[in-house]
């Protein structure tokens, strides 16, 4: 009796774990830049309201950073809010106010082995009348 060598026998399991190691690994990623594009997003988006409501006559720059910690806080973490910081600008020409926010980079979820991203807004003084 003659025995048929199939060479591919067997090999589903073994192909199974290598594809879908790589799958997850690859969907892993896209989460996580996934997740850091969304911090980004969000210290952008809480700087730039920040820096529109220390614009407005008759408020103090002071309340805008407290602003944009309130709404850091709210969206992510006390921890992406430690550094925070608003200055006078030049927004074309005009006179100005720009928050800056510098945050650790979201590693393991929400949690940073390193690295450093920065944001800033910058929005023109509202004139009175």
Do not use: C, K
């Not at 067997?10 to 199974?16: D, I, K, L, R, V």
């Not at 979820?109 to 004139?127: D, Y």
């Amino acid at each position: 009796m003659l025995r048929r060598f199939d060479a591919d026998r067997g090999n589903a399991p073994a192909e199974f774990v290598l594809v879908g190691t790589l799958l997850v690994a690859l969907a892993l990623a896209v989460i996580h830049v996934a997740l850091t594009i969304h911090v980004r997003h969000v210290l952008h988006a809480s700087a730039w309201e920040g820096a529109r409501y220390a614009s407005y006559y008759g408020t103090e720059p002071g309340e805008g950073r407290a602003l944009t910690i309130d709404l850091i806080n709210q969206a992510l973490s006390p921890s992406y809010s430690a550094e925070v910081s608003i200055s006078e600008a030049s927004v074309g020409g005009e006179p100005g106010v720009s928050v800056r926010v510098r945050a650790p980079i979201p590693t393991l979820g929400l949690w940073s082995l390193g690295g450093e991203m920065s944001v800033e807004a910058s929005v023109p003084l509202e004139r009175p009348g």
